[in-house]
């Protein structure tokens, strides 16, 4: 996972089993909301398609790694526009199968910040989440015995996220996560902050050890 290994050969392969991957994530987190989100990323991570790609599902990750030379940056906009795309086409397949008046009582599953916390604020706790998501990945990465455990740890630190966050500033820290579910349901008000905080927040490479050898932890 979230190595380089193979992406050099064709990377718009990779960026397909990026759609599929991102299309399952929006179908299932539109569908089930909440900490088991982070057990369905480590899953989806582990399958065939994750182990192909590196399972980014996200693109403030795919940017972070790139920013840590982790990941080639030729591949980032095919990866991104795939993921951006795997968001509204998992989202709508769920809008397909349950039917738009079921999944209007839960907004598409679109994340909200709480009532009480200001733009701002929601800005900072997505950013600080990826910050720190990125400087994991890259404590992982610097440690080639420990990268295997990336995706139960990835896994782990998202659903806490979405426990500790999840209530009050909606815990998306993810552009991808986020982009479906409000679109489809017209909950956009917050959308650029979930669309650009974790960007910025995935710009941490100087924060963190580089990885020392950026092969896939999975090859």
């Not at 065939?48 to 030379?69: C, I, K």
């Not at 409000?182 to 902050?193: C, F, K, P, R, V």
């Amino acid at each position: 996972m979230l190595g380089t290994a193979g992406y050099s050969r064709i990377p718009l392969a990779r960026a397909a089993d990026e759609f599929a991957l991102t299309t399952v994530l929006l179908f299932i987190a539109v569908t089930i909301i909440g900490v088991l989100s982070g057990a369905i990323i480590t899953g989806l991570t582990l399958a065939p398609a994750g182990r192909r790609s590196g399972g980014h599902m996200n693109p403030a990750v795919t940017v972070g790694l790139w920013l840590m030379d982790a990941f080639p940056g030729r591949s980032v906009p095919p990866y991104v526009l795939a993921q951006l795309a795997g968001s509204v086409a998992g989202t709508g397949l769920a809008r397909l199968m349950w039917g738009h008046a079921a999944l209007s009582l839960v907004g598409n599953g679109a994340v909200r910040p709480a009532t009480t916390w200001q733009p701002e604020s929601v800005f900072v706790a997505e950013a600080g989440s990826l910050t720190l998501l990125i400087l994991v990945v890259g404590f992982f990465l610097a440690r080639r015995g420990h990268a295997r455990l990336l995706p139960q740890v990835i896994g782990l630190f998202v659903g806490l996220v979405i426990a500790f966050l999840g209530t009050l500033s909606g815990g998306s820290v993810n552009p991808a996560r986020q982009l479906g579910p409000a679109a489809l349901s017209g909950h956009t008000t917050y959308l650029w902050i979930y669309l650009v905080a974790p960007i910025v927040g995935s710009g941490s490479r100087g924060l963190g050890p580089p990885a020392a050898h950026p092969a896939a932890p999975h090859a």
